[in-house]
C-alpha cells in the first residue's frame, strides 16, 4: 500500500517549510523537511561592514533567539579582539540569555508543542479547556521577556548589547521587582512539569549523536566548549575540523554533517544528555520526577526537557540578579586590528556558532553563521522517517499529524536555519 | 454583536519578531482572541480558515518571484492589509542587497549558487501591491500593533505616533547623544515609535521605523562630516542599516558611497 503525505506550509514551526513522505508498503522512500524561506544572504552584506555593526545586523537573523545570536556574535568578535568578559558584566550578559531561553522556552512549550499532544490546532482553543495552564504558560513567558527588556531595551532586536558587553548596565533596583515574578515562575515550572509529565508521550527511540557546549560548574548557555556524546571535547575555533555543512536541493539552509560520524542532534535532548549533573539539585529532581534519566533517546520527550530547561533558567536568573552588582564599566573595548575570531552558544534550539575574519580597520572579511535548525535538519528527517514507518498503520491524517508533531519536537526556527 | 473580525497574519521574508509581537502580547492575547478571529496565523495555530479576511498583517520582503504571485493573492483576500514592520515598509537589512551585486552574497553563503532562486533587490510590499497602512519599527511596536487592531476592530483610525525619534527623546529628557557621545544619531530623521530607547541607553539610534516625513538627511549628514569627521563609505554605512532601502535613507547613503 502507497500512503503519500504533503504538507505545503507547516504550522506552529517559526518560518517557512513543507514535509513530503511518501511510504509504499513498509518501505518509507521519500521523506523530505524541506524549508524554502529566502535567503536573506546575511554572510554576504555583512562582509564589509565593521564588527560593531554586525552586533545589530546579526540580531535580525531571528525574531525568537535575537539574544542567541547577540552573544556568539561578539564572543567570536571579543575572541578576535582579545577581550575576555568576565565577573558582572558576563553574568549580566548569562541573565539575558537565561530571559531568553524563558520566553523562547515557554512560547514552545505552551504555545506551539503542547497542544500536539492533547490534539488542538493551537494554544488558544487548548485554553478553552486549560485555560489555568495557557495562563500559566503566558505568565512565565513574560517573565523572560521582561528579563531581556530590563537588561537588553526591548524584548525583540535588544538594542543595549554590544561586542564587550552593553550600552547601559541596569541599576540593581531595576532588577530586583523581577524576584518575586521568577520566584512565582520557579514554582509555576514545577507545577508545569508535572502537568507536562501527563501528556500521552508517543514512543520512539533511536541513537543519536549528541552535541552540546559543556562548562564545568554550570549548565550551558551563553558559553563553552563543544563536546559530543561520542566523548569529543573541541575549543569553539576547532568545530570546523570535526564538522561541515553540505547544500542539498530543496532545502535553502545548509545541512551539517560530523565528518566522520555523520547526522547529529543538538539541543535540549543534547544538552541535557551530555550535562545533566550540571543542573541545579532541584532541576535533577524535577527531571527524575518527569521520568527523565539521562540518555533520554526519545525526542518526543522533549517537551518535557525544556520543562526542566525552564525551571532551570528561572532559578539561575533568580541567581545572577539576587547576586547583580552593576559593573564598573559597562562594556570593555580594543582597539581594531586584524585576526579570527569564533563565537558559540546554546540557543534555545541547540549550538549556535559564528566565526568571523576581520582586517586591520575592524572590518569583517568573512562570516559563518551556523544555527541549530540547520543542524538538525537531516536528524529531522531520519526522525520523520523512522517515526512514519513505525506507525504507518495509523492512517493518513493522524500519521501527518504525528510527522508535524515529531518535526516540532526540535522546535524549528526556519529563517533563522536559512538567513 | 457584530461578526468578529477575520484576522488574517502573513509571512514573507523576515525574521519572524513582528508576527512574535502579537504573541508577545502575553496579557491581552486571551481577551483579543474574544475580540478578533485569528483566522490565519501559521506561527500560532494549524487552523487555517481560507479568506476573504478584514485585515491582513504582512511581515517581511519579497524576495522571490513565487513571493511576488503569493502578495498579490493575499491583497485579493484581504480587505484592509497592513504591511507590519520594517521588512515589509522598505525591504528590511537584507535589502543592503540593493547596494551590491547579488550573485556576491549567493556565492559566499552557497557552494552551488545556481539552485538558489532569488531576486536581485529585497523590495518592500508597496512595491507590488496596495498597502493601506504602514507599520513601522524593526520590530514593530507592541502597543502600536494592539492599537492598529483595535482600532480597526472599532472602526475608528489608529492613533500612532507622528515626528520623529528626536523629538521623542527631548520629551523623555535624555542627554543628546550627538552632542555629548559623538554618536551618529538618525534620531531626526527617523520617525517616531520607539520611544527614543537607543539614544536612552547612550546610542545613536540607527532607523528602525524608518526616515520620518520631510526627513532632512543632507542636513544630519553634513552635520556628522563636520562634527564627527564622518563620509565617503562610513557616512554611507550609518544610512545603510534597517531602513537602508526607504527612499530618503538610500539616496542620501548612494551621496557618499562613491566619496572617498
Request: one cysteine or more.
Amino acid at each position: 500500500m502507497k500512503i503519500n503525505i504533503s504538507v505545503d506550509a507547516l504550522s506552529r514551526v517559526e518560518g517557512e517549510g513543507y514535509l513530503k513522505l511518501e511510504i509504499s508498503g513498509r518501505d518509507v522512500e521519500v521523506v523530505r523537511f524541506g524549508l524554502y524561506e529566502p535567503p536573506r544572504l546575511f554572510e554576504g552584506f555583512l562582509a564589509g561592514r565593521h564588527y560593531g555593526e554586525a552586533v545589530d545586523f546579526v540580531a535580525r537573523i531571528c525574531g525568537i533567539c535575537p539574544v542567541a545570536h547577540q552573544t556568539s556574535c561578539s564572543q567570536a568578535m571579543e575572541d578576535a579582539l582579545g577581550l575576555e568578559l568576565d565577573g558582572p558584566l558576563r553574568n549580566l550578559r548569562r541573565l539575558i540569555y537565561c530571559g531568553e531561553w524563558i520566553e523562547s522556552h515557554a512560547l514552545h512549550v505552551f504555545m506551539l508543542h503542547a497542544p500536539d499532544f492533547l490534539g488542538y490546532p493551537d494554544a488558544l482553543t487548548m485554553a478553552q479547556e486549560h485555560r489555568q495552564v495557557v495562563e500559566m504558560g503566558l505568565r512565565i513567558k513574560k517573565a523572560g521577556n521582561s528579563l531581556v527588556r530590563l537588561v537588553g531595551g526591548r524584548e525583540i532586536h535588544p538594542m543595549s548589547f554590544r561586542v564587550g558587553g552593553f550600552y547601559q548596565a541596569p541599576e540593581p533596583e531595576r532588577l530586583r521587582p523581577l524576584e518575586v515574578e521568577l520566584e512565582w515562575a520557579v514554582q509555576a515550572c514545577q507545577d508545569a512539569l508535572r502537568w507536562l509529565a501527563r501528556l500521552p508521550i508517543p514512543q520512539y527511540e533511536r541513537r543519536y549523536l549528541f552535541v552540546s557546549l559543556n562548562q564545568p560548574g554550570e549548565y550551558p548557555i551563553d558559553r563553552g566548549k563543544v563536546v559530543t556524546s561520542a566523548g569529543q571535547n573541541l575549543e569553539p575555533g576547532r568545530f570546523l575540523d570535526s564538522f561541515e555543512e553540505y547544500q542539498v536541493p530543496y532545502s535553502t539552509a545548509l545541512h551539517a554533517r560530523h565528518r566522520s560520524l555523520g547526522d547529529y542532534l543538538v539541543g535540549p535532548l543534547a544538552r541535557f544528555n551530555l550535562n545533566f549533573d550540571e543542573l541545579s539539585p532541584l532541576a535533577r529532581e524535577a527531571a527524575l520526577g518527569a521520568g527523565l534519566r539521562p540518555p533520554v533517546n526519545n525526542p518526543f520527550q522533549s517537551i518535557l526537557v525544556r520543562g526542566v530547561e525552564l525551571l532551570y533558567a528561572c532559578q539561575e536568573a533568580l541567581r545572577l540578579i539576587r547576586a547583580y552588582e552593576k559593573p564598573r564599566r559597562p562594556f570593555l573595548e580594543a582597539p581594531n586590528r586584524a585576526g579570527r575570531g569564533y563565537g558559540v552558544s546554546e540557543a534555545p534550539r541547540g549550538l549556535l556558532y559564528h566565526g568571523y575574519t576581520l582586517d586591520g580597520q575592524g572590518c569583517i572579511e568573512k562570516a559563518t553563521i551556523i544555527p541549530p535548525t540547520s543542524q538538525n535538519q537531516a536528524t529531522i528527517e531520519a526522525d520523520v522517517g523512522g517515526i512514519a514507518r513505525a506507525n504507518r498503520k495509523l492512517g493518513k491524517k493522524q500519521l501527518t499529524r504525528l510527522c508535524e508533531q515529531s518535526i516540532r519536537n526540535y522546535d524549528p526556527c526556519i529563517s533563522c536555519s536559512t538567513h | 454583536m457584530a461578526s468578529k473580525l477575520k484576522l488574517a497574519v502573513w509571512k514573507f521574508s523576515s525574521c519572524d519578531g513582528c508576527q512574535l509581537s502579537l504573541l508577545d502580547c502575553e496579557d491581552e492575547l486571551l481577551a483579543l482572541t474574544g475580540a478578533v478571529d485569528l483566522a490565519y496565523f501559521l506561527e500560532a495555530s494549524s487552523a487555517a480558515k481560507p479568506g476573504p479576511y478584514d485585515i491582513s498583517l504582512v511581515e517581511g520582503s519579497i524576495l522571490t518571484a513565487h513571493d511576488q504571485e503569493r502578495v498579490r493573492q493575499v491583497r485579493a483576500d484581504s480587505k484592509f492589509l497592513v504591511a507590519m514592520g520594517a521588512c515589509a515598509v522598505s525591504g528590511g537589512l537584507q535589502a543592503l542587497r540593493n547596494f551590491a551585486d547579488v550573485n556576491t552574497y549567493v556565492k559566499a553563503v552557497y557552494q552551488n549558487p545556481g539552485r538558489v532562486e532569488t531576486l536581485a533587490t529585497s523590495s518592500p510590499i508597496s512595491d507590488h501591491v496596495e498597502v493601506d497602512m504602514e507599520l513601522r519599527g524593526c520590530p514593530v511596536s507592541k502597543d502600536q500593533l494592539l492599537e492598529v487592531v483595535v482600532a480597526l476592530a472599532q472602526g475608528r483610525k489608529p492613533d500612532l505616533a507622528g515626528g520623529s525619534v528626536c523629538l521623542e527623546c527631548k520629551r523623555a529628557g535624555h542627554a543628546c547623544v550627538l552632542v555629548s557621545r559623538r554618536a551618529a544619531c538618525l534620531g531626526p530623521v527617523t520617525q517616531a515609535g520607539c520611544g527614543a530607547l537607543c539614544p536612552g541607553y547612550g546610542r545613536g539610534c540607527f532607523g528602525c521605523f524608518g526616515p520620518r516625513q520631510q526627513a532632512n538627511t543632507a542636513s544630519l549628514a553634513g552635520v556628522f562630516q563636520r562634527r564627527l569627521g564622518l563620509g565617503g563609505r562610513d557616512l554611507a554605512r550609518v544610512f545603510q542599516g534597517i531602513s537602508c532601502n526607504a527612499d530618503a535613507f538610500a539616496q542620501e547613503s548612494r551621496q557618499h558611497e562613491d566619496q572617498h
